[in-house]
């Protein structure tokens, strides 16, 4: 973040906002990730419990899958869709930084962690969908969950394998 006051900032603010655009692609990009988040609710019934949609600030959406081995080891999937990127991708996190922390050392054979640094809010991240068709929500939605299908498979064998 820039070192200047928030007030020398303020005009290039107003600016971003004037057209509207922003606020409806942000709306737009919202409506998506709930959409999808409906989709893996109805996909997923009795396999995962699927949370709601949260907002981060302006920079993610996401929604958090759990089924009882990810609850049982304090862990959780998100599904999240990067503002800055415009993409989805997957993270897998824990219940409190501590047990973050313990999954990531365990686990920093795996290709998808970062043996060098852990990510601020997760265990590792992985890519779902680099370059979305926004507006293809039927595409769109089968390629993440395809891909979510065979991940989230891939990581329960690797959980099970480092336990």
């Known amino acids: 973040m820039s070192g200047k006051g928030i007030n020398s900032r303020i005009s290039a603010y107003k600016k971003a906002f004037a057209s509207g655009e922003i606020q409806k692609t942000y709306q737009s990009l919202v409506g998506i990730v709930q959409n999808l988040r409906t989709e893996f609710a109805k996909t ?48 897998l996190l824990g219940q409190t930084k501590n047990v973050q922390i313990c999954y990531w050392e365990k686990l920093k054979g795996v290709r998808w962690v970062n043996s060098k640094a852990m990510p601020k809010y997760s265990i590792f991240k992985i890519s779902l969908l680099t ?5 293809d929500s039927k595409k769109l939605t089968e390629s993440i969950q395809n891909t979510f299908g065979s991940l989230s498979q891939e990581i329960f064998n690797t959980l099970e394998a480092y336990e």
Not at 69 to 89: N, P, S
Request: aromatic content about 24%; charged content about 25%.
């Open 44 to 91: 997923y019934e009795g396999e995962f419990t699927v949370a709601n949609v949260l907002h981060g600030y302006i920079d993610f959406t996401y929604f958090y899958l759990q089924n009882d081995f990810l609850k049982e080891k304090k862990l959780k999937f998100a599904i999240v869709f990067v503002h800055q990127h415009a993409h989805f991708e997957l993270w």
């Open 131 to 135: 370059n979305p068709d926004f507006d």
